[in-house]
């Protein structure tokens, strides 16, 4: 099983639409979870951490489940300028361990 | 948003060659990485280095890898001896203490190994 599991998409969606990506993680010690924006051909940038009690900002909320192993991000109001690949990422195999784990990402398309 | 400079944004290599990747660091930011990803697949990492020495590393960084701070500011990492499986994009990233989730990345480099 792959440490962190995405859907790859791509998710092709209108402006204005509500969006979900799901993400499976499979070491059940992990602590920290995120979500990061990569762009075409650009570095990846944290978009937020997933808190257990589920988060928001904007019109992006996170949620954790950790009976399930899994994390998810809500996109409301979908933007053109949302288009990117969205990475979900935890840390490492090992608690404490400060490296993270990415996922292969999810690639969301917003169409005019 | 804090920055991270990376050089050089682009480099063509003979395979065996050596080759330097370097990074420079923001002021209060403790923790280094180094990540790379090969085009089409996810981020993977590859080394981390705190206090002047590597505080953990992946199965990918083997001997024909090496990091370090020469001079206590710019932040390196070297392979030895090229292969072509190494043609990928490297992403230095770092870290405040305390916050090892929040990575700043550097705009990467991207090497290709013909």
């Given amino acids: 099983r792959k440490e962190v599991e995405q859907d790859p998409g791509p998710f092709n969606v209108p402006e204005g639409a509500t969006v979900a990506f799901n993400c499976t993680y499979s070491n059940s010690a992990s602590q920290s979870f995120f979500w990061y924006r990569q762009d075409c051909r650009k570095e990846p940038k944290l978009l937020m951490s997933v808190y257990s009690s589920g988060n928001e900002d904007g019109r992006f909320t996170a949620q954790l489940n950790r009976a399930s192993q899994y994390i998810s991000l809500l996109i409301r109001d979908s933007k053109l300028s949302d288009s990117a690949t969205y990475l979900c990422v935890v840390n490492g195999k090992d608690t404490g361990r400060r490296a993270l784990t990415f996922g292969s990402g999810t690639r969301l398309q917003v169409q005019p | ?114």
Wanted: net charge negative; with cysteine.
């Fill in chain 2, 1 to 114: 948003e804090p920055e991270v400079t990376q050089t050089p944004s682009h480099q063509v290599t003979q395979m065996g060659q050596e080759v330097i990747l370097r990074c420079v660091p923001i002021s209060n930011h403790l923790y280094f990485y180094w990540y790379r990803q090969i085009l089409g697949q996810k981020v993977e990492f590859l080394v981390s280095f705190y206090n002047n020495e590597i505080s953990e590393k992946s199965e990918i960084f083997d001997d024909q890898f090496s990091v370090e701070r020469p001079d206590g500011s710019n932040f390196t990492l070297k392979i030895r001896s090229t292969k072509l499986e190494d043609s990928a994009m490297y992403f230095c990233a770092m870290t405040l203490a305390g916050r090892t989730g929040e990575l700043f990345f550097g705009e990467g480099s991207r090497l290709t190994v013909l």
